[in-house]
């Protein structure tokens, strides 16, 4: 029996000649220290991949790419077809890993200094990948047709309007037509489906290629000083004298990690099932709150929290910028340092951007920044504030209700917050100043000057001037008491 | 023997016979590629090409005037003008309509100037809000507050046998030719 099987081998690889050459690339020798879970996210990345590109196949058996189908045949998905949520699931979830663990992936080789000589290229090629796997979300959500993609399209196509003179050229090519509609969902299933997974695929064989050719980067030492005229023989050095077959010297680590993490996908599908769809892509249903998916929402808030006067300047040059910081790093920084503890800026950077994306996704999560839509009708005032209080305070109490004052405020913690919080208006503004800000609005707030009678105004007023602490006195104008005193005295006089 | 050293790379004469060749091969794949180029450009940049000059925008009717009470801003939905098979729903666009008075109209996109969410009419206090980024706006859409940089795209509209009709057919983006053809107010409650 195993003399017939290597009889067909043999037969096989005379004519496939491609024996030699895959034994050579598994056995080629790696840096022993390298054999550590810190190398494992470069081939978790690849397994997601083309977990996402057999559940991808089996979606597109029954997925419909037409404006006016996609919603329903994943709805099909979800309720008619035997397992097709748990495929949805796996795809959705698989593309949430696949962001991540290519961030990860990044950071990591970025904190080893692998982009520095010769690896320079393998970082570029790097970043191109990151840049199509973000392409690849971003089309993916679009291809869940609801109402989140179709509003997703509407902000990314005002964000494209705004690139100077090629602008309103730009969003009818990104969208196939003058408007979000069927067109809009051919291409980008033409684009997540062919283009990008196609460009992903030969990028990725360079990627590997390049790692197999170049060797895997060794462990950093603190002080082994990356230098362009002895690095490569110093490397083969290393690998001859303490070096071991990748496999499966390192390769048990990566097959661990891949099975961990195709399972990890598999229980968050089983666990959480698939994301949406949300509802119907239908524009006239306009009681929704568009939102990205999780990889986007640092974006959203970003965006909300930009001065106008910076947003598109900084929409428009700050992605440049930071692509091509990507691309330039192993040029401004070749040769030198690789580990981690003596690059105080590097772990500083990834740190500072961690928070800052992290905070930002935090943000955009609560969105302090969006009115709360229903606040007014839904939050009652709390009783402990109309408690003992006059029939033009209590007046007070619903027309700032009815106004939707508590869409942007809140009150006992509850209500939006857009605007400052009122429990304690009082103390910081006295009576003048609280109709004025009414009336004239400022400091972001609408002018409510032609909305309000004066009768509303003055109730809503002396409702807010009871918005104080307890035993915390409210604000008052001193100047006021003496006008008014200097006032009653000449009254007084005869 | 003087044997013809012809598939040598040495020979001088039957190399610049084959480079001529290759030569007139790579010039013949090159002239077939940028004759293909033409109509692969052409219909790749269709959708840009066929807009040009307004040629999405046309007048659509929308409701009758007797629908929209003096004063009062209502929803009103039109179908875009350019509709594909495949559109579905999606050519169903909304639009806030505000009768000021008489046949004085002002017809509001429903998307916010700002990244083109929805925008909420709330009647009681007179502003139209969005729900992502916080922008508002007053009842003649001029911009109130948060990130917009500007007051809400206006429609053209004309009255016709009681019927209002707008010129539409394009997403109201701060770039599109829309954007151009509503003119900017003043930042001012009215």
Same mark, same amino acid.
């Given at each position: 029996?195993?003399?017939?099987?290597?009889?067909?081998?043999?037969?096989?690889?005379?004519?496939?000649?491609?024996?030699?050459?895959?034994?050579?690339?598994?056995?080629?020798?790696?840096?022993?220290?390298?054999?550590?879970?810190?190398?494992?996210?470069?081939?978790?990345?690849?397994?997601?991949?083309?977990?996402?590109?057999?559940?991808?196949?089996?979606?597109?058996?029954?997925?419909?790419?037409?404006?006016?189908?996609?919603?329903?045949?994943?709805?099909?998905?979800?309720?008619?077809?035997?397992?097709?949520?748990?495929?949805?699931?796996?795809?959705?979830?698989?593309?949430?890993?696949?962001?991540?663990?290519?961030?990860?992936?990044?950071?990591?080789?970025?904190?080893?200094?692998?982009?520095?000589?010769?690896?320079?290229?393998?970082?570029?090629?790097?970043?191109?990948?990151?840049?199509?796997?973000?392409?690849?979300?971003?089309?993916?959500?679009?291809?869940?047709?609801?109402?989140?993609?179709?509003?997703?399209?509407?902000?990314?196509?005002?964000?494209?309007?705004?690139?100077?003179?090629?602008?309103?050229?730009?969003? !009818?090519?990104?969208?196939?037509?003058?408007?979000?509609? +069927? $067109?809009?969902?051919?291409? *980008? /299933? #033409?684009?997540?489906?062919? %283009?990008?997974?196609?460009?992903?695929?030969?990028?990725?064989?360079?990627?590997?290629?390049?790692?197999?050719?170049?060797?895997?980067?060794?462990?950093?030492?603190?002080?082994?000083?990356?230098?362009?005229?002895?690095?490569?023989?110093?490397?083969?050095?290393?690998? !001859?004298?303490?070096?071991?077959?990748?496999?499966?010297? +390192? $390769?048990?680590?990566?097959? *661990? /990690? #891949?099975?961990?993490?195709? %399972?990890?996908?598999?229980?968050?599908?089983?666990?959480?099932?698939?994301?949406?769809?949300?509802?119907?892509?239908?524009?006239?249903?306009?009681?929704?709150?568009?939102?990205?998916?999780?990889?986007?929402?640092?974006?959203?808030?970003?965006?909300?929290?930009?001065?106008?006067?910076?947003?598109?300047?900084?929409?428009?040059? +700050?992605?440049?910028?930071?692509?091509?910081?990507?691309?330039?790093?192993?040029?401004?920084?070749?040769?030198?340092?690789?580990?981690?503890?003596?690059?105080?800026?590097?772990?500083?950077?990834?740190?500072?951007?961690?928070?800052?994306?992290?905070?930002?996704?935090?943000?955009?999560?609560?969105?302090?920044?969006?009115?709360?839509?229903?606040?007014?009708?839904?939050?009652?005032?709390?009783?402990?504030?109309?408690?003992?209080?006059?029939?033009?305070?209590?007046?007070?109490?619903?027309?700032?209700?009815?106004?939707?004052?508590?869409?942007?405020?809140?009150?006992?913690?509850?209500?939006?917050?857009?605007?400052?919080?009122?429990?304690?208006?009082?103390?910081?503004?006295?009576?003048?100043?609280?109709?004025?800000?009414?009336?004239?609005?400022?400091?972001?707030?609408?002018?409510?000057?032609?909305?309000?009678?004066?009768?509303?105004?003055?109730?809503?007023?002396?409702?807010?001037?009871?918005?104080?602490?307890?035993?915390?006195?409210?604000?008052?104008?001193?100047?006021?008491?003496?006008?008014?005193?200097?006032?009653?005295?000449?009254?007084?006089?005869? | 023997?003087?044997?013809?050293?012809?598939?040598?790379?040495?020979?001088?004469?039957?190399?610049?016979?084959?480079?001529?060749?290759?030569?007139?091969?790579?010039?013949?794949?090159?002239?077939?590629?940028?004759?293909?180029?033409?109509?692969?450009?052409?219909?790749?940049?269709?959708?840009?090409?066929?807009?040009?000059?307004?040629?999405?925008?046309?007048?659509?009717?929308?409701?009758?005037?007797?629908?929209?009470?003096?004063?009062?801003?209502?929803?009103?939905?039109?179908?875009?003008?350019?509709?594909?098979?495949?559109?579905?729903?999606?050519?169903?666009?909304?639009?806030?309509?505000?009768?000021?008075?008489?046949?004085?109209?002002?017809?509001?996109?429903?998307?916010?100037?700002?990244?083109?969410?929805?925008?909420?009419?709330?009647?009681?206090?007179?502003?139209?809000?969005?729900?992502?980024?916080?922008?508002?706006?007053?009842?003649?859409?001029?911009?109130?507050?948060?990130?917009?940089?500007?007051?809400?795209?206006?429609?053209?509209?004309?009255?016709?046998?009681?019927?209002?009709?707008?010129?539409?057919?394009?997403?109201?983006?701060?770039?599109?030719?829309?954007?151009?053809?509503?003119?900017?107010?003043?930042?001012?409650?009215?």
């Amino acid at each position: 029996m195993r003399i017939m099987i290597s009889k067909i081998g043999q037969w096989f690889d005379q004519r496939l000649q491609l024996a030699a050459p895959i034994r050579e690339a598994a056995e080629h020798p790696i840096p022993r220290n390298t054999s550590s879970w810190w190398y494992v996210f470069g081939s978790a990345a690849m397994t997601v991949f083309i977990l996402q590109i057999v559940t991808g196949i089996l979606l597109a058996l029954v997925y419909v790419p037409s404006g006016g189908e996609a919603w329903s045949s994943l709805q099909a998905l979800n309720h008619d077809i035997t397992l097709g949520w748990f495929i949805r699931a796996m795809h959705g979830w698989g593309s949430n890993f696949m962001v991540a663990i290519v961030l990860i992936h990044m950071v990591q080789v970025f904190l080893f200094g692998a982009y520095k000589f010769p690896r320079e290229l393998t970082w570029i090629i790097g970043v191109f990948l990151l840049l199509m796997t973000l392409g690849m979300a971003f089309t993916g959500q679009v291809l869940r047709f609801d109402q989140d993609a179709y509003w997703g399209l509407g902000i990314g196509a005002s964000i494209a309007s705004r690139v100077p003179v090629l602008g309103p050229a730009i969003v !009818k090519l990104m969208l196939g037509g003058p408007i979000i509609a +069927g $067109a809009t969902l051919s291409r *980008f /299933f #033409a684009l997540h489906v062919f %283009v990008i997974p196609g460009l992903l695929i030969g990028f990725v064989c360079l990627h590997v290629l390049m790692v197999l050719r170049l060797g895997i980067n060794e462990w950093p030492m603190p002080g082994r000083i990356v230098k362009r005229a002895t690095y490569i023989s110093e490397y083969h050095e290393l690998t !001859k004298k303490d070096g071991a077959p990748f496999f499966s010297y +390192g $390769a048990w680590k990566d097959m *661990f /990690f #891949a099975a961990f993490i195709i %399972v990890a996908v598999a229980a968050c599908a089983l666990y959480f099932g698939p994301f949406g769809p949300t509802g119907r892509p239908d524009p006239t249903i306009i009681q929704t709150v568009p939102k990205p998916d999780y990889f986007f929402l640092w974006l959203y808030a970003l965006l909300s929290l930009l001065p106008p006067s910076l947003e598109t300047p900084a929409l428009l040059i +700050g992605p440049v910028l930071v692509i091509l910081g990507l691309l330039f790093l192993p040029f401004l920084s070749g040769e030198g340092e690789k580990s981690w503890k003596r690059r105080p800026i590097a772990v500083l950077t990834v740190l500072l951007i961690a928070i800052t994306l992290g905070s930002f996704t935090h943000l955009a999560g609560t969105t302090p920044w969006s009115p709360h839509m229903n606040a007014w009708s839904s939050d009652p005032v709390p009783d402990r504030y109309i408690h003992d209080s006059s029939a033009l305070e209590r007046q007070g109490a619903l027309v700032f209700q009815v106004k939707q004052c508590r869409n942007c405020h809140s009150l006992g913690e509850k209500g939006g917050q857009r605007g400052p919080s009122l429990d304690s208006v009082a103390v910081r503004l006295a009576q003048d100043q609280l109709i004025r800000q009414v009336i004239q609005g400022g400091g972001n707030m609408p002018a409510y000057g032609k909305n309000l009678s004066p009768a509303e105004t003055t109730a809503l007023v002396a409702f807010l001037e009871t918005l104080h602490p307890n035993g915390q006195a409210p604000a008052r104008d001193a100047s006021r008491d003496v006008a008014l005193s200097d006032e009653k005295e000449s009254a007084l006089k005869p | 023997m003087a044997t013809k050293p012809a598939l040598t790379p040495s020979s001088d004469a039957t190399m610049s016979r084959r480079g001529f060749f290759t030569k007139l091969g790579i010039l013949f794949n090159g002239l077939a590629a940028s004759v293909l180029a033409v109509p692969i450009v052409g219909f790749l940049l269709s959708s840009i090409t066929r807009g040009r000059a307004n040629g999405y925008l046309s007048w659509v009717p929308l409701e009758k005037v007797s629908e929209f009470p003096e004063g009062e801003t209502r929803l009103a939905t039109f179908q875009n003008p350019y509709v594909m098979p495949t559109d579905g729903k999606t050519v169903d666009t909304a639009c806030w309509v505000r009768r000021i008075a008489g046949e004085q109209f002002q017809v509001f996109a429903i998307n916010c100037a700002h990244l083109g969410c929805p925008v909420r009419w709330f009647p009681q206090s007179g502003l139209f809000m969005c729900p992502c980024h916080g922008g508002a706006y007053y009842r003649d859409g001029s911009r109130a507050s948060g990130p917009p940089e500007r007051g809400l795209f206006e429609y053209p509209y004309k009255v016709e046998n009681g019927m209002i009709m707008i010129q539409a057919g394009e997403l109201p983006t701060p770039g599109a030719a829309m954007a151009e053809l509503t003119r900017e107010k003043p930042p001012c409650a009215s």
